[in-house]
């Protein structure tokens, strides 16, 4: 729920910031996509590299492989899986079904999510997620993508 919560915030204040910097009317719903898009893409960076490094630090000092306390992966993988879209566009079924494929291919570990689990250290803790993250988004993108069709014809 971290990653959801994170990613509402952020896309939210991307929207407000860009809002209040420019006349509403010259902003185009493009400019705003891409402006929430770069603050989110930003920010899965920086959670990610920052993850890897925490989640290393965390597996030293616990001296255990892919410790539990460690939860910044499922965090940045959940924020990937969001990226479907731009914040006016999601509604409660499209953050709630980013939400339930993240965790499903999370737990499913579809190839080749499970072998990245044994890359060296926090990479491996992270580079998992973030690949069920991607899953989740594409698929997340698909689903959007067809509900809106169905919709509008």
Known sequence: MVGVLLYLLISNFGHQLLFARADRSTIGGAQLWMFEMTLLLVAVFLVTLIGIWAASRSEKLSRKKDPSIVVIDEVAGQMIALLSGPLWLHTWWSLLSGFLLFRLFDIWKPYPIRRLEALESGLG??????????????VNSVFISVVLFWTTH
């Open 125 to 138: 803790i992270m580079a998992d997620d973030v690949l069920a993250g991607a899953y989740a988004l594409i």
